[in-house]
């Protein structure tokens, strides 16, 4: 199956080559930037202008991305290029992911029936790290409709500890063999 | 499942004591699109090949791509209550369905649900859909016959239990018959059949299952419907379906036969699936592994060493061609996989020759180390003559006015051994009746019989048999062979029964 460019694998050679926690840091802002500048509609259009020469979009690229690292701005200029400004957002994002899982850290996403105060939001970050054996980032919402207990996504995995999960198990446990 | 109150009462104790005490990681991912029986779900980075998927609105799904960042999955039932964005769980199962002896007589769907109308279904137990068929150590050589009742089958294309006969022809020449005809023969046999129809029309396998309860032979039959209008993903399930409920009974030592009508639709319908799921095309569009769709599926069917249990499963697959072209894709595919085919012809059927058999293409690869010591006897002779007189009935067609003796007695014998092979629908023989007539036709008994009086001298002669000898068909059914005893007597049977019959 044809497929466009692949972030991940952008992401993958950009990490590659930062090594350093600094440069880590560094790069990783300067992604975002490049984000930011090749998403923006007005700006992609005339980036993707087959009327303009490249050299002039590169010394655009420059002025825009002012104090970008020179390789951050390579990266940016092989992206515009070769038209892949679309997936500059993508990068970053990959980017963090892969910064995060060297670091060992994982974001969840913590839904509860009743608001969490901040201990108990450090109580659940430390559970859920205690769990995965990394540090946990968590991220709170707010649903009645779960009734009681809490649903923590991480990543692709679910834990469902809500009253509403348990309720429906319980169903299928009774009901659903004599269907 | 509990009925009376007490045991609801203590189920609920149980499970309120239970409440909440476990919870585990389940993989999840979001759905990105859906449409025609398929979805693409982002995530899931856990989910196996083949595992099965749910979706919110309790509808299942099976993963069958497994990509990147996205997995392609078919829907097992309606796709409409799904929508994009909906939450999707791994369930760290594959697709399952009910077995065991609850199951005879029933009508179920591919996921074993009953749609007969009939309450649930008292299975004992569940088996995977998918399984990877016994290997050369477990299996044995096919020993014992498969009595199809079929004058015609039986005796020049001999199915054996544990192999797997192809039933090959144009559209509406008797294929169904043929299986019906098999099914219907086991009434008092100890074959349990399954008939899986695949994609067909839902009057259809009504009018298939009254005719198998008209005979009373639902009570040893499975009908695993996935009908014309059902979801494909069910139709592409089916087959796996019925032949996991198959081979429940093989590995319980007993013999079974799958029948699945029919494997052109089935091959079909994994073809939407798989161009839905983009796979790339090849022949015809059918996607590169649907050989292994087939083989995989007919593999399965297998008899059983001693050891083993010594059970078995045969499988009689249909195909549809078009215009009787056998050498299109899938025909191929089939014929080479199988052990021997039964080749029907819409010329033959409109001649009148029904079952329509082409007997120059039809061969069974296996069956004849498995047929019956009486029916080896008559069938070697039946299948020279018939063989002898296809030779001749091409000159024949130019007039037989200065053709010799012998070749006229070989044109007149081969003309009564086809119309002998005749035999109406729904009316299987038992094996004795097969090999009497069979018998005193090879042996000329009827030469003199004009050809349009034959079908009236075999039932003349089926019904002196029955009043006045019945010792020699029972000899015949206990034995299973024929005696020299027993042929003096069957000779002498017949010159009195030629000295009553009025031509």
């Known amino acids: ?179 | 499942m509990a009925v009376r109150g007490q045991d609801i009462v203590s189920i609920l104790k149980q499970q309120i004591e239970q409440f909440g005490t476990q919870v585990a990681a389940v993989d999840v991912g979001t759905v990105v699109e859906v449409g025609d029986s398929i979805v693409r779900i982002h995530g899931l980075g856990g989910a196996r090949y083949n595992e099965l998927l749910e979706f919110p609105d309790g509808t299942m799904g099976i993963a069958l791509n497994l990509e990147e960042d996205t997995v392609g999955a078919i829907v097992l039932g309606g796709f409409t209550g799904i929508k994009e964005g909906d939450e999707v769980k791994c369930t760290g199962r594959i697709a399952e369905v009910p077995v065991g002896e609850g199951l005879l007589g029933r009508v179920v769907d591919a996921l074993g649900r009953p749609i007969d109308g009939r309450g649930p279904i008292k299975a004992t137990g569940s088996r995977p859909v998918e399984r990877v068929a016994p290997n050369v150590v477990s299996r044995s050589p096919v020993n014992t016959p498969v009595h199809t009742g079929i004058k015609a089958v039986d005796s020049m294309i001999p199915i054996g239990r544990g192999q797997r006969e192809l039933i090959i022809g144009d559209r509406s020449t008797g294929k169904t018959v043929i299986c019906l005809d098999t099914i219907i023969s086991q009434t008092d046999g100890d074959l349990i059949c399954i008939y899986v129809a695949i994609g067909q029309k839902a009057s259809k396998v009504a009018q298939s299952v009254a005719t198998l309860e008209e005979f009373g032979a639902m009570k040893h039959t499975i009908v695993v419907a996935a009908n014309a209008a059902d979801p494909v993903a069910l139709q592409y399930l089916a087959p796996y379906a019925g032949c996991a409920m198959g081979e429940e009974f093989m590995e319980q030592g007993k013999d079974a036969l799958v029948i699945y009508d029919d494997l052109s639709k089935h091959a079909w319908s994994y073809r939407q699936l798989s161009l839905l799921l983009r796979r790339p095309a090849g022949r015809e569009a059918y996607p590169g592994d649907v050989f292994y769709l087939h083989s995989r599926l007919l593999e399965r069917a297998a008899k059983l060493s001693e050891e083993h249990g010594g059970g078995s499963l045969t499988a009689l697959p249909i195909i549809e061609t078009q215009a009787g072209d056998i050498s299109a894709y899938i025909p191929t595919n089939v014929i080479s996989i199988t052990d021997g085919q039964i080749f029907l012809e819409t010329d033959l059927f409109n001649s009148g020759i029904r079952p329509a058999m082409n007997v120059g293409l039809s061969v069974s690869r296996v069956g004849s180390a498995a047929q019956t010591p009486a029916m080896k006897k008559v069938a070697g002779r039946l299948r020279l003559d018939l063989a002898q007189f296809r030779e001749l009935a091409a000159f024949a067609q130019f007039g037989t006015a200065d053709l010799d003796r012998t070749t006229l007695a070989q044109l007149e014998r081969g003309q009564r051994i086809t119309e002998v092979l005749k035999q109406a629908q729904f009316a299987p023989f038992p094996l004795e009746k097969e090999v009497s007539i069979l018998y005193a036709i090879i042996n000329g008994f009827a030469d003199d019989v004009p050809v349009d009086r034959i079908a009236a001298w075999e039932a003349g002669f089926h019904r002196f048999l029955e009043t006045n000898q019945p010792g020699i068909l029972e000899g015949i059914a206990g034995e299973k062979a024929i005696s020299e005893d027993m042929e003096g007597k069957l000779r002498s049977a017949l010159d009195e029964f030629k000295k009553t019959f009025t031509i």
Request: aromatic share 4%; glycine share 10%; proline share 3%.
């Open chain 1, 1 to 179: 199956m044809a497929r466009g460019a692949s972030p991940k694998r952008y992401a993958q050679a950009v990490f590659q080559m930062a090594a350093e926690p600094g440069e880590q840091d560094r790069w990783h802002s300067d992604l975002r930037l490049i984000a930011q500048a090749l998403t923006d509609p007005q700006f992609q259009k005339i980036l993707a202008s087959p009327k303009i020469r490249f050299e002039q979009k590169a010394s655009m690229l420059a002025k825009v991305l002012e104090g970008v690292g020179p390789l951050a701005l390579n990266l940016a200029s092989l992206l515009t290029a070769q038209g892949h400004m679309g997936i500059a957002g993508g990068i970053a994002e990959e980017y963090g992911r892969l910064l995060d899982d060297q670091r060992g850290i994982e974001h969840a996403l913590v839904t509860t029936a009743i608001p969490l105060d901040d201990k108990g939001r450090d109580n659940v970050a430390r559970k859920l790290g205690e769990l995965r054996g990394k540090k946990v980032i968590v991220e709170t919402r707010e649903d009645a409709a779960i009734i009681g207990g809490l649903v923590a996504r991480i990543g692709d995995q679910l834990l469902d500890g809500s009253t509403r999960g348990k309720l429906q198990a319980m169903r299928k446990n009774l009901v659903g063999s004599s269907r």
